[in-house]
């Protein structure tokens, strides 16, 4: 097995600049000898050379001296803790939207006349629909769960960020579907009890996209956020092209029940496993390997001690007069419409635009969302690799998510006049694959300006993201009273010039660094010139040493201080301070040069 650690920049003399900085210790382990040894790599300013020199070390004597550059090689023999994380993660949120699509398909077996044609061309009918529930009771229990669901996203990226978030998706995900295997027994007493388990359902599950960026603020390295966070996202689309055939199949194969039931169950194991492997922080998690721990909280910038955990009041105003913000809340907006635009409407649009009845191939009517399954995780692992390798975190963002919605716009266009439905299902496709590439930009977005209060953001900007989703079906109907293609043509031109909008928007304002209010105020104007300390903590190891806002975005000179053994140049401290550490209180530690 391979490690990386990392040493502090060591300094002799405090009078004078580093002449060499060390970069970091790659450690390995001997299967030959009982011995370690490790390669310090040193950055010469003077001749900008890098040396590279064996010296003996030991592991758990370099814990704490790690800089924030090198990446943790992992075993290739397991996973790593982190993207096991980030599949069971996915995993929640495909029964997550398996859940929501259950009433849809059930519905129709339940409030409708099971027939069967006769020879003679008549039509007898098979099984009296079991329900008498209006269209109007229908859309009401239908779009129940969105009422909760849109209460839930602020308070649910609250609660992630004051409480460990990974029990916050686990309880939300096992509570819903604890809920779906009532909604049967409810149904046979009155659809009015039916609404309220949605609503509850809906309350619940609006923390979830909330607390995965909780999840993420420590568990995702800055350069793999996208690559993890897009994986984990995965699962929603995934959701919504399996869950609405996958009913299908078990209420025609069985009944409208056992859908219900299937999810629930699977739902409730999920969430069962989930309380068992998942961990709020690698620091407590008891099988993640002691190089992953420290290279995910070396690279983040934050430590797991005590003082990271402390609660602060979020900066509510800050969040609203920020325009990265902004960016981030316009676009969620954009996606958000368009993605219920085709959840709700796309099979009329085929029926009445296109003459087209898409139950005769329900494969291909879901194959724009399958194809932005496919290329969510690809963008994220793009985008992380052209983050690593040559450009900027704001750069990607913007490319990824203003490349993404251009495009989705440009083939909607196409879409709106195609009279072919083969021509209109393969724009669409496009369409909604190149969308795709968006969520690598503003759906990560919120882990770069603010990782300590990203599920409060994500809260805020998917709370307007479904109410996107609740004003789209209302737009729909009232451009399409009549049904004709040119409605259509309307509802699609509106969709575009929304995207085309949202470029503008995320181009202008959008930024991948964090931003000045991302960190509480108080660790950032201490005052006193004794070596700093949070409250009784005087072994805290925190994150990256670099202060001028190079390696993982970490510009936080206070995030790098070890043992509490640096002092400050003469004057008063703050973030513009450049610390010069005068000693290391490790015996076992050497100097080389």
């Known amino acids: 097995m391979e490690y990386i650690y990392h040493f502090t920049n060591i300094i002799r003399n405090t009078t004078q600049n580093l002449s060499y900085k060390v970069s970091g210790v790659l450690q390995r382990n001997n299967p030959n000898t009982q011995s370690d040894y490790a390669e310090l790599i040193e950055d010469d300013d003077a001749t900008q050379r890098r040396h590279i020199k064996t010296i003996p070390a030991t592991s758990s004597k370099y814990a704490s001296y790690i800089p924030s550059r090198l990446r943790c090689i992992d075993s290739i023999k397991a996973m790593p803790v982190r993207y096991q994380t980030a599949f069971l993660s996915s995993l929640g949120f495909l029964i997550s939207f398996g859940i929501r699509c259950n009433m849809g398909v059930s519905v129709v077996a339940m409030t409708h006349n099971e027939t069967e044609k006769l020879s003679n061309g008549t039509i007898k009918i098979v099984k009296q629909a079991e329900f008498d529930w209006t269209p109007g009771i229908i859309g009401i229990v239908d779009s129940s769960f969105f009422w909760g669901y849109l209460i839930t996203q602020v308070p649910g990226g609250y609660l992630a960020a004051k409480f460990p978030a990974n029990h916050v998706f686990g309880f939300a995900l096992g509570i819903s579907s604890f809920l779906n295997l009532f909604i049967p027994f409810a149904a046979k007493i009155h659809y009015g009890i039916v609404m309220i388990l949605r609503i509850l359902q809906g309350l619940v599950e609006g923390v979830t996209y909330p607390a995965a960026h909780g999840i993420w603020r420590w568990w995702a390295p800055p350069l793999e956020r996208s690559t993890l966070a897009t994986i984990s996202f995965t699962g929603s689309y995934a959701g919504a092209v399996l869950g609405i055939p996958l009913s299908g199949i078990l209420t025609e194969y069985f009944n409208w029940q056992i859908a219900f039931y299937f999810y629930g169950l699977i739902g409730m194991i999920w969430s069962v496993y989930w309380w068992h492997f998942s961990y709020e922080r690698p620091a407590i998690h008891p099988k993640i390997s002691e190089a992953e721990r420290i290279y995910i909280e070396e690279s983040i910038g934050e430590a797991s001690s005590i003082a990271n955990k402390t609660w602060i009041k979020p900066p509510w105003r800050c969040f609203f007069t920020s325009k990265p913000v902004w960016a981030i809340i316009v676009a969620n907006f954009c996606r958000s419409w368009s993605f219920y635009l085709l959840i709700n409407s796309q099979a009329e649009y085929f029926r009445e635009a296109l003459d087209y009845n898409v139950g005769k191939n329900p494969l291909l009517a879901a194959l724009p969302h399958l194809t932005m399954s496919c290329i969510v995780p690809f963008a994220g692992k793009l985008a992380d690799y052209l983050r690593t390798n040559y450009l900027s975190t704001t750069t990607v963002r913007k490319i990824m998510n203003c490349g993404g919605f251009g495009l989705e716009a440009v083939f909607l266009l196409l879409v709106a006049y195609a009279k072919n439905p083969r021509l209109a299902i393969g724009a669409l496709t496009i369409a909604v694959g190149f969308s795709g590439f968006a969520i690598s930009g503003f759906n990560v977005n919120h882990l770069d300006i603010a990782p300590r209060y990203a599920s409060i953001l994500m809260g805020i900007s998917n709370g307007v993201g479904t109410l996107a989703g609740m004003l789209c079906p209302v737009a729909v109907e009232f451009l399409t009273k009549q049904g004709k293609r040119e409605e259509w043509a309307h509802v699609f031109l509106i ?98 040069r």
């Open 495 to 592: 969709a575009s010039l929304i995207h085309f909008c949202g470029v503008i928007f995320y181009g202008l304002f959008a930024s991948g660094e964090k931003q000045p209010w991302a960190e509480p105020t108080p660790a950032n104007n201490i005052t006193s010139d004794e070596p700093y300390k949070h409250g009784d903590e005087q072994n805290v190891t925190y994150g990256s040493t670099v202060t001028d806002g190079s390696g993982y975005q970490s510009t936080d000179p206070f995030a790098g201080m070890a043992n509490g053994n640096y002092t400050n140049l003469p004057g008063r401290m703050n973030q513009q301070t450049q610390f010069v550490p005068i000693t290391i209180e490790n015996p076992m530690y050497q100097n080389y």
